[in-house]
């Protein structure tokens, strides 16, 4: 089963979505700004992201940025903005599709149906990753110790990601300065000091000795299956 995460400040348009999924076999999440939408991404990943660009707190374009920063999810746009400059932004932005509305609902679950084959036709995600702490599942985004569910931030995931896509290599400090938050904070080394400590402390039996969140003195870590 499939699940979506409905994300519009329209409470009719996410009832109306929400009982049509459902009726399709869907489960559905929702949210109904930005900042909602993030966390909920975050704290229980899905299939496919629907998206309103008109959101009370940040623009939809920010909040696509902000979830490609960390996540390959399809998003499917869904807005009132009937610009062409609207929708090469927000394509550019990451959107993998675009609809206006108002929509039909017929032509809204083709699409769906098109962005979920695509994603599963991909097949590039990498399989589990079991140590003998913690399991990483990139796949859907998840992460399990002895058996629960281990909640991670945006931020705590890109640094994970890179480091479970790389196993035994040394990751440089400005490697993942630069590919989490930015080349303007290649040398904040405290950035990663403090994220790498709320890692081990999530993932490790023994977070001041630790098995496979490595520190590399003065260079940077090396994740250890």
Known sequence: MHS???VD???HIVRALAITLRG???TVATATDGESALHAAAQRPVNVVILDLGLPDLDGKTVITRLREWSTVPILVLSARHGSEDKVEALDAGADDYITKPFGLDELLARLRVLLRRNTESGDEPAPVHTSS???DLAKRRITKSGQDVRM???EWSILDIMVRNP??????QQLLTEVWGPAYVKEANYLRVYMAQLRRKLEVEPSNPRHLITEPGMGYRFVP
């Not at 035994?168 to 400090?173: A, E, N, P, R, V």
């Open 168 to 173: 035994d290599k040394l990751i440089t400090q």
């Open 24 to 26: 399709h076999g869907y």
């Open 134 to 136: 913690f399991t990483v």
């Open 9 to 11: 400040d329209d409470p």
């Open 153 to 155: 931030t945006p931020t």
């Open 4 to 6: 979506v995460l409905v």
